[in-house]
């Protein structure tokens, strides 16, 4: 099955600066990017995905990037906020599989 | 619209019990997924169900787990004879027909704690 890694498992900004979660992925099969991000609490909420026909994704502060030949990809947040502090999820899957197969997580801390 | 409801959020439950957690989808979501998250780790696969089917249970452990999705009311997941090792977070995603993973919409989960 795939096999998903995260890194890094804590990461700490300044607020303003950026933030960067890499994550590998083991099934070249695999052509669905999602990110989550998970709040106290809360369930995991999708923010942003890359599908494998594109290289790079943008929404506001975020962006994905993907890199299928290495078989990695990564989630940007630029001018980071309080409120981007959470723990964010990266996952792989085909785009017409039910399974997601998740990393770890990122916990990001964004201090003011 | 409501989203996906799971009930209850904290659920605490002594060594040898019964857990029962339940999950209502989204309205028009017809597709039930449930996922277990253990402290530190990601989220695990565990069953996938369609009403009144079990599509895949590869994820689940093949003894004191259980699930499912009748055609009236809530999926529930049921977890028999709880050890310690059961307390985790477990979430509920759903779906609409033919979206799979694409249309995923996750609850907020209920946290089990076996004391």
């Known amino acids: 099955g795939e096999n998903v890694e995260q890194h890094p498992s804590t990461l700490s900004v300044q607020e303003g600066d950026s933030a960067v979660i890499k994550c590998t992925y083991s099934?070249?099969?695999?052509?669905?990017f999602p990110w989550y991000k998970q709040e106290l609490g809360k369930g995991p909420q999708l923010i942003i995905d890359?599908?494998?026909?594109?290289g790079e994704k943008k929404d506001q502060r975020i962006a994905v990037t993907l890199n299928k030949t290495a078989k990695h990809f990564s989630l940007h947040i630029t001018e980071t906020q309080p409120e981007d502090s959470a723990v964010y999820f990266c996952a792989a899957s085909s785009v017409n599989d039910y399974k997601l197969s998740f990393g770890a997580g990122t916990t990001v801390t964004v201090r003011a | 619209n409501a989203g996906v409801m799971q009930n209850p959020r904290h659920l605490v439950r002594r060594r040898g019990q019964e857990a029962r957690l339940r999950c209502s989808p989204m309205k028009g979501h017809s597709h039930v997924y449930w996922y277990r998250q253990l402290p530190e780790e990601g989220l695990k696969f565990m069953v996938y169900?369609?009403?009144?089917?079990?599509?895949?249970e590869s994820g689940m452990p093949k003894e004191r787990f259980s699930a499912e999705f009748p055609k009236e009311g809530p999926s529930i997941l049921r977890i028999q004879q709880v050890v310690r090792g059961d307390s985790a977070a477990y979430f509920c995603a759903s779906s609409p027909p033919s979206m799979g993973n694409y249309g995923y919409t996750f609850g907020s989960g209920t946290r089990l704690t076996v004391v």
């Open positions: 169900l369609q009403k009144e089917n079990i599509i895949d």
């Open positions: 099934d070249s099969a695999s052509n669905y």
């Open positions: 890359i599908r494998s026909n594109v």
